[in-house]
């Protein structure tokens, strides 16, 4: 039967890039290869960290639904874990009521999205391949593209994105921070000026924090904005986070939205009918999970690992002319420009082809250039790719040893 009737959808980034790679002998699992285009943390053991979950019980009662807005006690402590991480000197607290959790982060961030009601969405480009599909499927929303720049290491200007605000008649605003593909961080004052701009001119924050403790300052910290908001209700700031990266269970698929009640609430609803809920077992395991202690005693140890991972591969990259878009001080991605490399892999594509004869994965750039209802008919960052260093250390020495084979010989 013909396919007429259906939309047709553009593959993810990271979708594309594995899909291709099984016609050259790619399947998970398959230990010939390297596979630096998934975005996910290593998920085995790390000395030091929280010990690993291996094994799950389950009740009678867990063979049942959970509640669309998931389990209540979860919800309190990801309330708590908040309340303790950032607002111990404020006087708006979080509650459960201001946390929804849903199968995963695209589900929740579709939640939010399809609640609303004929407004103007604005993001940033590039940022996370997936938004592109979520802001093409509803059409209760009109996305705004706010192009980054290289010459400022693809971060914003606040007083370019005051007005551009203005101008458009932006309702909500969503972005990655830290930043996928890039690893630029929005921190500090920064910070700050942007949940106060949300504020001053009325539009939804809606800010996907799920590398918030993949940070990679000279001193320990973890980075969100609930930590500059002063009313929780009144704010219109929406956080979304998980077990997927902060916590290393990228197959848990439990993640959450934080923000108002009312805006949960109503999330909720659309949850009853969009996805039904997350997971019951892996939620109730989740409850020991999350805490301000816990949290905290993994990401002291992610980050000094993951620090090392980046900076080992910064000096392997810089070596061979890769240029950095952004030199990342988050998340765990290389968003890398390719014109200074021979000309038979200073394209994002030919590089990505040429990459897999070598069984090594990595993402063409042009995937992040965000173009919901495909409006536009320029492809933007063909001359980029993104390059993961989530897997262990020995993986990411073998995948840059092939990288620099190819490098050297098309240089020859």
């Known amino acids: 039967m013909e396919t007429v009737c259906f939309k047709k959808y553009k593959k993810s980034g990271v979708v594309y890039a594995t899909e291709h790679a099984t016609q050259f002998g790619f399947y998970h699992g398959n230990k010939d290869w390297v596979n630096l285009g998934q975005g996910a943390a290593e998920a085995g053991n ?9 094994n799950i019980t389950i009740s009678a009662k867990q063979h049942g639904y959970a509640p669309v807005g998931g389990l209540k006690k979860l919800r309190e402590n990801i309330a708590f874990m908040y309340n303790d991480l950032f607002r111990v000197n ?6 459960y009521k201001n946390i ?3 199968g995963g982060g695209r589900i929740v961030i579709s939640r939010i999205i399809a609640a609303m009601q004929d407004i103007n969405v604005g993001y940033f480009v590039p940022d996370y391949t997936s938004y592109d599909g979520i802001l ?3 059409n209760n929303i009109k996305p705004i593209p706010i192009f980054l720049s290289s010459k400022n290491g693809f971060k914003f200007n606040h007083r370019e994105l005051k007005n551009r605000i203005k101008q458009e008649n932006i309702k909500a605003l969503l972005l990655s921070n830290p930043s996928n593909p890039t690893g630029a961080v929005i921190q500090g004052d920064d910070l700050k000026k942007l949940v106060e701009l949300a504020k001053k001119e009325k539009f939804y924050l809606i800010i996907d924090e799920f590398y918030f403790n993949f940070i990679y300052n000279k001193k320990f910290e973890l980075v969100s904005s609930a930590k500059f908001i002063d009313d929780i209700e009144n704010s219109g700031i929406i956080i979304i986070c998980g ?4 916590w290393r269970y990228s197959g848990w698929r439990v993640c959450w939205a934080i923000g108002p009640q009312n805006i949960m609430e109503i999330a909720s609803r659309v949850g009853s009918f969009l ?5 019951n077992p892996l939620q109730k395991s989740a409850i020991k999970l999350v805490g301000a202690k816990n949290i905290l005693k993994e990401s002291r140890v992610i980050q000094k690992l993951f620090r090392k991972k980046r900076d080992y591969m910064m000096k392997r990259f810089k070596k061979m002319d890769f240029i950095f878009g952004s030199e990342p001080d988050g998340a765990f991605y290389f968003w890398l420009n390719l014109k200074k490399l021979p000309k038979e892999i200073n394209n994002g594509m030919k590089f990505f082809e040429r990459m897999l004869k070598e069984k090594v994965i990595v993402v063409p750039g042009k995937f992040f250039d965000l173009n919901p209802h495909k409006l536009r008919k320029e492809e933007n960052f063909t001359n980029y790719i993104r390059i993961g260093y989530g897997p262990e250390i020995k993986i990411l020495k073998e995948g ?4 620099e084979r190819v490098v050297r010989s098309c240089k020859k």
């Open 46 to 54: 790390i000395e030091g960290a929280l010990p690993r979950v291996d």
């Open 90 to 95: 404020k006087k708006s607290k979080y509650s």
């Open 100 to 102: 929804e959790v849903s």
């Open 136 to 138: 093409s499927v509803f």
């Open 243 to 246: 077990l997927s990266k902060a």
């Open 275 to 279: 996805d039904g809920g997350a997971n």
């Open 400 to 403: 840059i040893d092939r990288i």
